[in-house]
């Protein structure tokens, strides 16, 4: 059995079109078992809005008041190449909104169309979280992201459910979950880390031909 543990990090990457995310779902074996933490499903959710919402005050803020002081300018013809420009940018930037938002809602539909496991905070991470949040948040694995923290907890306490299995944990976000502190609990839970879907798909090609 392979039970492999996804964040926050790719289902945003999913959503955007990075890190070769998309290739992930249509070349996984339906024997990998999938397992994410409900609440990463809320976390893409809000991040998407304010990624969302950056994009459209980019919008407003940047490409329209430009144009508007664009459309002053009653004798420069590059002037009015620029608004042209910018109009389209505009347009461009609302679409690249949708594309991101169609993919989001398309990846969560998939994940759940697939039944990946839905890792379920309970009373005891609950009570972790809010104890070292208020008296201990210097034994945070990860230092000040209350989420991630989190979201290591879940998939740690997951793994301890299935000893004998390989785990493999996929994410992209290095800069958390790449620490060396991190990278240790996660290997003494058994926890293969790849922070690239290529490099992970890749061993596990290699794994299923050896």
């Excluded at 979280?129 to 740690?156: G, H, R, V, Y």
Aim: aromatic share 8%.
């Amino acid at each position: 059995m392979l039970i492999l543990y996804i964040e926050t990090n790719f289902l945003m990457a999913m959503a955007k079109g990075q890190d070769d995310a998309e290739t992930l779902l249509p070349n996984l074996p339906s024997s990998v078992h999938i397992a994410i933490p409900n609440i990463c499903f809320i976390e893409a959710l809000n991040t998407y809005r304010i990624d969302k919402k950056k994009r459209q005050d980019f919008i407003t803020e940047q490409i329209k008041n430009q144009i508007n002081e664009l459309n002053r300018e009653k004798t420069s013809i590059n002037a009015l190449s620029l608004i042209k420009h910018l109009n389209e940018a505009s347009i461009d930037t609302e679409r690249l909104i949708n594309d991101i938002q169609n993919r989001l809602f398309d990846t969560i539909d998939k994940l759940l169309t697939r039944r990946a496991e839905l890792i379920n905070l309970n009373s005891d991470l609950i009570r972790y979280s809010a104890e070292t949040a208020i008296f201990q948040p210097e034994i945070w694995l990860i230092k000040n992201d209350l989420m991630d923290n989190l979201i290591l907890q879940c998939i740690l306490e997951h793994s301890n459910s299935y000893p004998e299995a390989e785990k493999v944990f996929l994410s992209g976000n290095t800069n958390d979950f790449g620490k060396q502190e991190v990278q240790e609990a996660l290997k003494n839970a058994g926890i293969r880390y790849s922070s690239k879907t290529k490099n992970f798909l890749g061993w596990l090609n290699s794994r299923s031909l050896s």
